[in-house]
């Protein structure tokens, strides 16, 4: 596997953990009690906000460092 192809694979699993988590966190920010991010249907906060909000900051981040890695990889195959 490629580094190019790693990275890809980074970025997808990132906008698909953008998406569930940020599902999550609409859920239990607006009163959704079908999408709920804790499994036993209560509410588990860590400093005042649901714990999926941390996941999808998380994630973001994961997304650019691997869109940025991703970015850089083109220009050095352009270079060449």
Same mark, same amino acid.
């Given at each position: 596997?490629?580094?190019? !192809? ?7 699993? %990132?906008?698909? %953990?953008? +998406?569930?988590? %940020? ?13 709920? /991010?804790?499994?036993?249907? %209560?509410? /588990? ?5 649901? +714990? /999926? ?6 994630? +973001?981040?994961?997304? @650019? @460092? ?5 970015? !850089?990889?083109?220009?050095? !195959?352009?270079?060449?």
């Amino acid at each position: 596997m490629t580094s190019k !192809s790693s990275l890809q694979i980074l970025v997808a699993l %990132g906008y698909l %953990g953008m +998406a569930f988590s %940020g599902y999550l966190s609409y859920g239990e920010l607006y009163g959704n009690s079908a999408a709920s /991010c804790s499994l036993q249907g %209560g509410s /588990c906060n860590i400093m005042g906000y649901p +714990a /999926c909000i941390y996941g999808f900051f998380m994630f +973001a981040a994961v997304t @650019i @460092i691997a869109c940025m890695g991703h970015r !850089s990889l083109d220009k050095k !195959s352009t270079k060449k």
